[in-house]
């Protein structure tokens, strides 16, 4: 039998699967920009729901467009009716990421046409899917604290109703503006895993909820999106500033990886990351948390002492782990704050894929034997 030459590449590295106008990357240089503009622009000048508008529709809204998209993403804050009691009827021990994937595969059950993927209809269940997943991780989280649910408030932008929604009292503009840059920064990616799986999905002409589900569940994973919860438990671990370098070394000694750092795209440092550091430094210092900061610092000092020459830098999840802390989320809704922004991205491209689709199959390389015989079961 004749073998072909391999074409496997392990991970897909290096192969271009899709094309997007929504964000490049050059891994190289450290850059990456929404629609050609940069994120350190948009962090500093954007909002959410701009950067939003910017990804669906390729370019940024005027004011009154910005007015009607902020009006139509607000309509869509509520659940439908009865959603709320079906979280409410869930363990208060299930993981946040474990719920969140699952209350959005449930939406389709209360939209009445969920297979619908014209591009108007998907445009309007993504806005539905965004609108609401922060009431969910609201609500879920509120339950397992024993407290009753928060209705969203309309008057208040993305950011700002997620934070009412989740502590019943309305955030300080400061806490808002954070929350909303985390929000701006992880918008889109490229073909990341689980928008690679988004796409994947959404090529069998399935529906947006399936790919949705299935990306949050992409996610989820430690090596991806995962990661900045990794990157709190790591610094909860290590007692003071004064302990993080030896406690990195240990790792590095025993091969272990370092969550927060290293990315298959980026070989210098994540613009994200960056953006990031600064929003951490500054609410680490307005709420007492400057110790923990330092020790992110720290870590990062060696790592790049460590490890700069094979590329691997801070990605985005190193210092939202400790924005997300100083914004007062607890740990195991980090990954969630990642999943309600990539919502986002994901739809996008959902968007983009069904508008100029083919289904993705690729080949899998059989490595097995051939020609076995086949040996009755009373022989083998
Ligand atoms: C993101 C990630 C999965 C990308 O990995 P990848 O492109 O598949 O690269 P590989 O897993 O093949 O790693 C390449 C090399 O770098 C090392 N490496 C990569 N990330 C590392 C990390 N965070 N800590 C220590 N070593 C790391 C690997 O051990 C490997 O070393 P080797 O060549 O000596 O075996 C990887 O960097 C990682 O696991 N990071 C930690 C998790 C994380 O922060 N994920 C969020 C990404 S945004």
Known sequence: MTTAPSSFVKGLEGIVAAQTEMSHIDGTAGILEYVGISIGDLSKHSTFEETVFLLWNKRLPNSSELGSFTSDLRANYALPEG???RISSLP??????????????????????????SVEAARAKALKILG????????????????????????????????????GEKPTDAMTRAFDICMITHADHGLNNSTFTARVVISTLSDLYSAMTAAIGSLRGPLHG?????????????????????????MIERK???????????????????????????LADDTGNSDLYEKSHKIEQVME???????????????????????????????????????????????????????????????????VPYTPINDR
């Open 83 to 85: 959603f709320v009691e």
């Open 92 to 117: 208060t021990s299930a993981e946040p990421m474990h719920m969140l994937r699952t209350m959005v595969s449930a939406l389709a059950m209360y939209d009445d046409n969920p297979n619908d993927n």
């Open 132 to 167: 609401c997943a922060p009431a969910i991780v609201a609500a879920f989280d509120r339950h397992r604290r024993g407290l009753a649910p928060v209705e969203p408030d309309t008057s208040l932008s993305f950011s700002a109703n997620f934070l009412y929604m989740l502590n």
């Open 226 to 250: 995962g990661a900045n919860e990794g990157v709190m438990k790591m610094l909860n671990q290590i007692p003071t500033i004064d302990d993080a370098e030896a406690y990195v070394m240990g």
């Open 256 to 282: 272990e990886r370092i969550m927060g750092f290293g990315h298959r795209v980026y070989k210098a440092k994540d613009p994200r990351a960056a953006e990031l550091m600064t929003l951490a430094k500054q």
């Open 305 to 371: 002492r460590e490890y700069a020459a094979k590329g691997i830098y801070p990605n985005v999840d190193f210092y939202s782990a400790t924005t997300y802390h100083c914004i007062g989320l607890k740990l195991d809704l980090f990954t969630p704050m990642f999943a309600l922004s990539r919502i986002a991205g994901w739809s996008g491209h959902v968007i983009e894929q069904l508008a100029d689709n083919r289904l993705f199959r690729p080949k899998a390389e059989y490595v097995g034997d051939h020609d």
